[in-house]
T-cell receptor, first 111, second 115 residues
Framework: GNSVTQMEGPVTLSEEAFLTINCTYT??????LFWYVQYPGEGLQLLLK?????DKGSNKGFEATYRKETTSFHLEKGSVQVSDSAVYFC??????????FGGGTRLMVKP | EAGVAQSPRYKIIEKRQSVAFWCNPI?????LYWYQQILGQGPKLLIQ????????DSQLPKDRFSAERLKGVDSTLKIQPAKLEDSAVYLC?????????????FGAGTRLSVL
């Protein structure tokens, strides 16, 4: 079955710093890859996705590129804001669209 | 467009009691999912429905957990009897269909505390 591994947090950054959260996956077949975000007290929201190798997903200044050769989908943002403080989850799906999540990475951005 | 609705938001019970959670998916979404999210971990899929049929329940502890989606819309997840390790947030999600490209939309979840 699928598995997803992402870097443990918390990640603490100052405002305007560069963000990278690493994510690697194992899967049979060709999964789609996702980043979901969970703000305090809220449900999971889709941040971005990529459906095939070399696709780049982007949203709200965040980007991630589907790298088949390294089985990775690292999340990046050039300049984080305090409002980006949240827990970020990397996920992959299978042919039946069932998601497998990583353990989550808490990001704290200080002003 | 209304999102995925879940109730209650919070529930506190004692071990060996029973509890039920309710989910109303986005209108027109054929596929419904229940996930369990233990504190500090990523969500884990418990069961997937397509309309009113179960597609996958391989991760559902069937000795105590049950779920139904009788009319292919709302769904109920039940735990009977609850154990301490069932303390978690139970998330419901829905998608238009089961194809790999379909995005899952999540509700706010029900936080269960078993004492």
């Amino acid at each position: 079955g699928n598995s997803v591994t992402q870097m443990e947090g918390p990640v603490t950054l100052s405002e305007e710093a560069f963000l990278t959260i690493n994510c690697t996956y194992t899967a049979t077949g060709y999964p789609s890859l996702f980043w979901y975000v969970q703000y305090p007290g809220e449900g999971l929201q889709l941040l971005l996705k990529a459906t095939k190798a070399d696709d780049k997903g982007s949203n709200k200044g965040f980007e991630a590129t589907y790298r088949k050769e390294t089985t990775s989908f690292h999340l990046e943002k050039g300049s984080v804001q305090v409002s980006d403080s949240a827990v970020y989850f990397c996920a992959s799906n299978n042919a039946g669209n069932m998601l497998t999540f990583g353990g989550g990475t808490r990001l704290m951005v200080k002003p | 467009e209304a999102g995925v609705a879940q109730s209650p938001r919070y529930k506190i019970i004692e071990k060996r009691q029973s509890v039920a959670f309710w989910c109303n998916p986005i209108s027109g979404h054929a596929t419904l999912y229940w996930y369990q999210q233990i504190l500090g971990q990523g969500p884990k899929l418990l069961i997937q429905f397509q309309n009113n049929g179960v597609v996958d329940d391989s991760q559902l502890p069937k000795d105590r957990f049950s779920a139904e989606r009788l009319k292919g819309v709302d769904s109920t997840l039940k735990i009977q009897p609850a154990k301490l390790e069932d303390s978690a947030v139970y998330l419901c999600a829905s998608s238009l269909d089961r194809d790999r490209g379909n995005i899952q939309y999540f509700g706010a979840g029900t936080r269960l505390s078993v004492l």
